[in-house]
C-alpha cells in the first residue's frame, strides 16, 4: 500500500525521509561493499530488484473477488536479507512513483519506511523466529511473507492516522479508521502473498537449489557440485 | 511497446532531448509547490500547470496521462474520505469541516501525483539516474539501479509470455488453479532473472568490464530560455497561490 503523493504535510514527508534515511544509507552500505568485494552482484542485485518490481505486475486472485498485487518485501528480506531489501526496496518504490505513478517523491521516504524497512525486517524477524523454533522453510517463508505485509499495511495506516488525525478521538480513533478501511484489501493480500510464497518455494527447492543455497536460504548438501540453473529448468510454462 | 505506457511517453515525449536537470527543476518546484502552497488556489494551479504543460509543450498523449492520474486516484479519495470521517460517541459522523478537510487533501494530492507525472511522462529513468550520481549516490547504487531498470522490461516480457501460456492451458481457471500457476510464474521469472544477470556478467567480463557498466552519458544541454521561464513561473504562481 503506497501512500500518494502530496498526500502527507510536509513536517511528516521531511519526518519520514529522516526515519529512513539511516536504514537505506546502511543498505547502500553493504551493497557498496558488496559489489567491491564481488563485482558480479551488481547484476545480481540489479536483477533482484527488477524481479521485485516485476513481482507487483503478478495479479493475486481474491477470495474477496477483486484481485491485488504482492509486495514482496518479505520474499526479498528472506532472499536478499533486509539490509539489502532497504535500498533495493527504496528504488523499487522510486521505480513506482515514476513509472507507475503508484506512490510518490515526497512520501517516498515514508513508504520507504514502512515497505522497505518495517515490511522486510519484521518478515525477517518473524522467518528466523520459525526457523530457529524448528519450523520447516515453507512455514517460515508463509510466516515471512505474511507478516512482512501485515506489518507493512499497519505502519502505513498509523503514518496516515498521525497525519490526519480524527477530529474528535485524535489518534486512536485515526488509527482505528485507517486499519479497518485497508484491512479490507490487505489482510487478504497478506494471507494470499503468503500462500504465493509458499507455492514459489516449492518450485525454487526444486528448480533453484544451488541458488538458494547461495543465498544461504537452504544449507548445502554434500553432493555434486550443484549445476548453475539452465534455462529448461526456469519453472516450467504451464 | 514495453508495457509501460508512462515510460513509453516519456521516450516519445517533445520534451525528451531536455535536459533532465531542467526538468527536475520544474517538476520539483511544482511538486513543492503543491505540497506547501494552501490548496486553494494553490493546488489548482499547480495541476493545471502540470496538465498544461504535459498535454501541451511536452505532447504526452492524454490518454495516457489521464490513466497515469487515476490510478492514484482510488488511494487518495479512500484516504480522503477516511480521514474526515469521524469516530465520535454516537458512532460515524462527518467531521465538522469535513467538505474542506477532503477537498484539501485530494486538491495536494491530485495536484502533487500530477507534477510528478509531469516528469515521469517526459523524462525517462535512464536520464535521472545520472542526476543520483551528481547527488553523491555512490555509483554501486547508481548502477544497480540502472541495470534493475534495463532488466525490468526483459522480465516483464517474460512475465506476460509465461501467464498467456499458463491462460491457454487453463492455468488460471478457479482460484486452486490461478495460486499454483501465479506461484510457478513468480518462481519462473525468478529464475530467469538470475539466469539472465549471470550470463550478463559472463559476457561482460569476457568484454573485461569487470568494474561496472560504463556508458557514455547522452549529453542533453540545459535551455537558459526554460530555466528562465520555469524559474518566473513557479514565482507567479507562488505569488498568487500565497497572495489569493
Excluded: C
Excluded at chain 1, 518504490?93 to 515514476?98: K, V
Excluded at chain 2, 506547501?36 to 505532447?59: F, I, M, Q, Y
Excluded at chain 2, 559472463?202 to 549529453?219: I, K, N, S
Amino acid at each position: 500500500m503506497h501512500i500518494a503523493e502530496g498526500f502527507l504535510p510536509p513536517a511528516h514527508a521531511i519526518g519520514w525521509t529522516i526515519a529512513a534515511a539511516p536504514f537505506v544509507v546502511h543498505g547502500a552500505r553493504a551493497v557498496v561493499t558488496e559489489v567491491r568485494e564481488n563485482p558480479e552482484s551488481t547484476l545480481l542485485l540489479g536483477a533482484a530488484g527488477a524481479f521485485t518490481f516485476v513481482l507487483s505486475a503478478i495479479k493475486l486472485p481474491s477470495i474477496t473477488g477483486s484481485s491485488s498485487h504482492p509486495t514482496g518485501t518479505g520474499l526479498g528480506a528472506v532472499l536478499f536479507r533486509p539490509p539489502a531489501m532497504a535500498l533495493l526496496g527504496t528504488v523499487v518504490l522510486l521505480f513506482q512513483a515514476l513509472l507507475l505513478a503508484h506512490g510518490g517523491l515526497t512520501t517516498l521516504g515514508a513508504n520507504a519506511f514502512s515497505m522497505a524497512v518495517v515490511g522486510p525486517w519484521a518478515g525477517y524477524a518473524v522467518y528466523r523466529l520459525v526457523r530457529r523454533s524448528g519450523g520447516g522453510l515453507l512455514p517460515g517463508v508463509f510466516a515471512a511473507m505474511a507478516v512482512a505485509d501485515l506489518a507493512t499495511y499497519v505502519t502505513t495506516a498509523l503514518q496516515l492516522a498521525w497525519a490526519h488525525p480524527d477530529a474528535a478521538s485524535g489518534f486512536a480513533g485515526a488509527a482505528a479508521k485507517f486499519l479497518s478501511v485497508f484491512a479490507f484489501t490487505q489482510v487478504p493480500l497478506a494471507i494470499g502473498e503468503g500462500l504465493l510464497g509458499v507455492l514459489l518455494f516449492r518450485v525454487l527447492v526444486v528448480n533453484a537449489r544451488p541458488e538458494l543455497e547461495r543465498l544461504g536460504v537452504l544449507r548445502r548438501t554434500p553432493g555434486p557440485d550443484p549445476a548453475p540453473v539452465a534455462e529448461s529448468t526456469a519453472g516450467g510454462e504451464r | 511497446m514495453t508495457g509501460l505506457a508512462i515510460d513509453d511517453a516519456a521516450w516519445a515525449s517533445a520534451w525528451r532531448l531536455r535536459s533532465p536537470a531542467d526538468k527536475l527543476l520544474l517538476s520539483g518546484g511544482l511538486v513543492l509547490a503543491a505540497l506547501v502552497l494552501p490548496a486553494w488556489p494553490g493546488s489548482l494551479l499547480v495541476g493545471l500547470a502540470a496538465v498544461v504543460l504535459a498535454l501541451g509543450p511536452a505532447r504526452v498523449p492524454a490518454r495516457t496521462f489521464g490513466r497515469a492520474v487515476r490510478l492514484p486516484l482510488a488511494f487518495i479519495l479512500i484516504g480522503a474520505v477516511t480521514a474526515v470521517v469521524q469516530v465520535g460517541d454516537g458512532g460515524l459522523g462527518w467531521a465538522p469541516d469535513a467538505v474542506t478537510r477532503a477537498g484539501g487533501l485530494v486538491g495536494h494530492a491530485v495536484a502533487g501525483s500530477a507534477a510528478v507525472l509531469l516528469l515521469a511522462t517526459t523524462t525517462p529513468m535512464s536520464d535521472l539516474l545520472p542526476a543520483l550520481h551528481r547527488m553523491r549516490v555512490p555509483d554501486a547504487v547508481v548502477e544497480v539501479a540502472s541495470v534493475t531498470y534495463r532488466m525490468l522490461f526483459v522480465l516483464l516480457t517474460s512475465l506476460s509470455t509465461i501467464r498467456e501460456a499458463q491462460a491457454a492451458r487453463m492455468g488460471h481457471a478457479g482460484i486452486r488453479n490461478s495460486y499454483r500457476s501465479s506461484g510457478m510464474l513468480a518462481a519462473a521469472v525468478l529464475t530467469r532473472s538470475w539466469d539472465r544477470a549471470r550470463r550478463l556478467s559472463d559476457g561482460l567480463a569476457g568484454r573485461g568490464m569487470e568494474t561496472g557498466l560504463r556508458v557514455l552519458p547522452e549529453v542533453l544541454p540545459s535551455s537558459p530560455r526554460f530555466v528562465a521561464s520555469t524559474v518566473v513561473g513557479l514565482a507567479a504562481l507562488v505569488t498568487v497561490g500565497v497572495l489569493a
